[in-house]
């Protein structure tokens, strides 16, 4: 049995029909960018001049930051098709020059001019290119790399996904892990972080007694 993710990746058609709906550069500038790159919205418009290199192709997401839940600065490849977007817009601007909502109002709207019917949001786009690479052979590392997961753990998701956009879900009696015991890659590394979990003395309810107590 397998499920939907709630906001999970396009098909392969539903993709080229999105990239082939949009009509102005603005589109073009924000819907590309997250197929060909999966970078997340807060990354996308916080780009600036200076995280573009066109000379490595390539371009700079991601904060220096502890505390940040992603791996801090990652450098991402950018593609021929979006090279010359950005390099045509950064030439004359300094940022992004959008906000979160207005990318997400440009994704929405480019998905209903495709003929897509489910809700599609940046964040479906960012999956979109997780799952693509995933099927082209790339490594579960090198796209934590690129994705700037901080656990593997995260990333292993996009190599269990169905093409249908469900996950790899066994109903009993395979059990909740039949999938992961499918590859004993996967099942050996989730049993090693259940080892790792602290184990204490279970505390018992005990009757306290008083002096003169029968």
């Known amino acids: 049995m397998s499920y939907s993710l709630r906001r999970g990746p396009l098909a392969p058609d539903e993709a080229e029909r999105l990239a082939?709906?949009?009509?102005?550069?603005?589109?073009?500038?924000?819907?590309?960018?997250?197929?060909?790159t999966g970078v997340l919205v807060s990354e996308l418009v916080g780009l600036t001049r200076e995280r573009i290199s066109l000379e490595n192709y390539c371009l700079y997401a991601g904060i220096c930051d502890k505390a940040d839940r992603r791996g801090g600065?990652?450098?991402?490849?950018?593609?021929?098709?979006?090279?010359?977007?950005?390099?045509?817009?950064?030439?004359?601007?300094e940022s992004f020059g959008l906000s979160a909502r207005s990318v997400q109002r440009a994704v929405q709207g480019v998905a209903v001019r495709a003929g897509i019917e489910r809700r599609v949001c940046a964040e479906a786009l960012r999956h979109t290119f997780a799952f693509a690479a995933a099927r082209s052979g790339m490594s579960p590392l090198d796209l934590q790399r690129l994705l700037g997961h901080r656990h593997l753990a995260s990333t292993e998701v996009y190599f269990l996904l169905v093409p249908g956009g469900g996950l790899i879900r066994t109903a009993r009696p395979g059990g909740r892990f039949a999938a992961l015991k499918a590859r004993p890659r996967l099942w050996r590394r989730r049993r090693q972080k259940q080892r790792r979990v602290p184990w204490s003395w279970p505390v018992w309810p005990c009757r306290t007694f008083t002096k003169g107590a029968t």
């Open 20 to 36: 082939g709906a949009c009509r102005t550069l603005r589109e073009k500038r924000v819907v590309w960018t997250l197929l060909d």
């Open 73 to 93: 600065i990652r450098a991402i490849p950018i593609t021929p098709r979006i090279a010359p977007l950005l390099g045509s817009w950064f030439g004359m601007h």
